[in-house]
């Protein structure tokens, strides 16, 4: 089992950045690989960023240059920082943590960019 608690998430204005973190603990979870999703209103839930459990970093296009996925071992977290954000990058994000065939998310955290 894994646990994963996300917060962070807030309201900031186009242009604006965010760092959002995730709690993660359980059973061997540095040997998942991290992923964060979101959601955007009335939307499917879509990956925007992963990092593997070897520490190799991917992300979605629309999100390539202004987000960066990080994870702190020691500390048990994973992060995720947002710049030059959006109003397209509104959306309820989420962490999770798969390997094999366990998958495990977080509850979520809102973020709104709006001016």
């Known amino acids: 089992q894994v646990q994963l608690v996300e917060s962070g998430g807030e309201r900031v204005q186009p242009g604006g950045s965010l760092r959002l973190s995730c709690e993660v603990s359980g059973n061997m979870w540095s040997a998942y690989n991290l992923n964060w999703f979101r959601q955007p209103p009335g939307k499917q839930r879509t990956r925007v960023a992963r990092i593997s459990n070897n520490g190799v970093t991917e992300y979605v296009d629309s999100v390539k240059g202004r987000f960066t996925i990080s994870r702190d071992i020691g500390q048990a977290m994973l992060y995720l920082q947002m710049n030059d954000l959006k109003p397209e990058d509104t959306a309820v994000y989420f962490c999770?943590?798969?390997?094999?065939?366990?998958?495990?998310w977080g509850q979520g955290t809102q973020v709104t960019v709006s001016s």
């Open positions: 999770n943590a798969e390997r094999y065939n366990s998958n495990y």
